[in-house]
Nanobody, 125 residues
Framework: QAPLVESGGGLVQPGGSLRLSCEAS????????IAWWRQSQGKEREGVSC????????DYADFVKGRFTIAKDDNHDTVYLQMNSLKPEDTGTYYC??????????????????WGRGTLVTVSP
């Protein structure tokens, strides 16, 4: 069972916004790195963003820079992915993943058993 649960996906028009949430059950997120990956139909999984909760540093894929923001809400022990200026190509299932660091290879998360059910984002007129 994946340790994190994603929520917040839905249908949005191009140019719109969504906020995805990532929550843990039974433990705190402190000192881990939380990453968002996505998979679109017919495409390979791709890393979107990551935050290292030990020091707050963040990484973004070039295709979301300036549009997406990853952040942690300490009051709710939740990591959010704020997605603005959404494009049809952002459509896909989004997954939040936990690790000791931000990994560029999705197979590392495979080995950790980190993939959950994801949350579906559909950007369409």
């Amino acid at each position: 069972q994946a340790p994190l649960v994603e929520s917040g996906g839905g249908l949005v028009q191009p140019g719109g916004s969504l906020r995805l949430s990532c929550e843990a059950s039974g433990f705190t997120l402190d000192n881990y790195a939380i990453a968002w990956w996505r998979q679109s139909q017919g495409k390979e999984r791709e890393g979107v963003s990551c935050i290292r909760l030990s020091d707050g540093t963040t990484d973004y894929a070039d295709f979301v820079k300036g549009r997406f923001t990853i952040a942690k809400d300490d009051n709710h022990d939740t990591v959010y992915l704020q997605m603005n200026s959404l494009k049809p190509e952002d459509t896909g299932t989004y997954y939040c993943l936990i690790g000791a660091d931000c990994y560029r290879d999705s197979r590392t998360y495979d080995a950790l058993g980190a993939w959950g059910r994801g949350t579906l984002v559909t950007v369409s007129p």
